[in-house]
């Protein structure tokens, strides 16, 4: 690239290579971005093959299949490299042509690509056949010896998991499960999700622990059995069930024997209880004895002046 870059001005190069690294680096984890740098590096400077070969895979990521094709088209006619040729087989796939990418998959620049690239021709052709629902030829097309080797290659997890995709498609689902385990013990870059349809087969299922959502499910799920009246700091401590069945989850069953008869009065504040009424009761006899006085002596005055008339 750098090589190329260097028939351009300097300001323009720099600007142009400022560009492509902010794809590379967005175009996993941010697509949309990495697609809008790539059209700002095409605009700068369209005639060089590494800037339509960026915008080919920016556009690619982000299923613009068209204009993906358009720019690897540019980048190979420029190059006359045939490393591109499986993905734009795949776009044609993307644009609704499977009968495009297999008659891609027949031509002689397949025989030019080293073995990565046949396998992804490969990949991309058993995809059309799944595309055009030819899923028994899906699984013959990936029969190769590069998936019958034992040995582990950076493309092994994906062709592993390829074909057990395609027996799941056939119809084939216990030779499928096999076939997801191999491409998961290959598959060291979680760069498949063979794991997760492994456990889904065996009917697995993961709890993630960091969930949110879960959290606030199982919260909403937990009922107390019990509540504590009042709040605040003066809150009183005293326990309020609703019902026996509240008692009986909030006690081991042999802690409690629950009484039927039993009135709502806790035993040990009964005579708390008794000491106010009996305070309650001296203080109105109390009062009662001191309006008996005060009406004595009012009927002592009236007599004294109906004597004195």
Not at 41 to 60: H, I, K, M, N, W
Not at 61 to 81: D, I, K, N, P
Not at 280 to 286: L, P, R, V
Request: charged fraction near 35%; hydrophobic fraction near 40%; aromatic fraction near 6%.
């Amino acid at each position: 690239m750098r090589q190329e870059l260097k028939s351009l001005p300097k300001t323009l190069a720099d600007d142009v290579a400022r560009n492509l690294v902010m794809v590379a680096r967005l175009l996993d984890s941010e697509p949309e971005e990495a697609y809008q740098y790539s059209r700002v590096a095409l605009r700068l400077a369209s005639r060089v093959a590494a800037v339509r070969e960026a915008a080919g895979f920016a556009s690619y990521v982000t299923q613009r299949y068209s204009e993906a094709l358009t720019e690897f088209r540019a980048a190979r006619r420029m190059t006359g490299r045939v490393d591109l040729w499986p993905v734009m087989a795949d776009c044609e796939r993307g644009l609704g042509r499977p009968e495009r990418a297999l008659a891609m998959a027949g031509e002689p620049e397949v025989k030019q690509l080293d073995k990565a690239g046949q396998v992804e021709m490969r990949l991309v052709a058993a995809g059309a056949r799944g595309d055009m629902e030819q899923f028994d030829a899906a699984v013959v097309t990936l029969q190769s010896p590069e998936l019958a080797s034992s040995a582990v290659h950076p493309w092994t997890a994906r062709l592993r998991y390829a074909y057990a995709e395609a027996l799941i498609a056939a119809g084939r689902a216990d030779e499928a499960r096999d076939w997801f385990a191999k491409a998961a013990e290959a598959d060291s870059d979680g760069t498949t999700n063979a794991s997760e349809r492994l456990a889904e087969i065996d009917g697995v299922e993961f709890t993630d622990a960091l969930d949110p959502e879960l959290d606030e499910d199982e919260t909403e799920s937990t009922e107390a059995p019990a509540k504590k009246r009042g709040g605040g700091d003066n809150a009183d401590d005293r326990v309020i069930f609703e019902d026996e069945e509240d008692v009986e989850e909030f006690y081991e069953e042999d802690d409690l024997e629950i009484d039927e008869d039993f009135d709502g009065v806790v035993p040990e504040r009964a005579q708390d209880a008794q000491d106010a009424k009996a305070e309650d009761t001296k203080a109105a006899d109390a009062e009662a004895e001191e309006a008996k006085a005060a009406d004595a002596e009012v009927n002592a005055d009236a007599d004294k002046s109906a004597d004195k008339s």
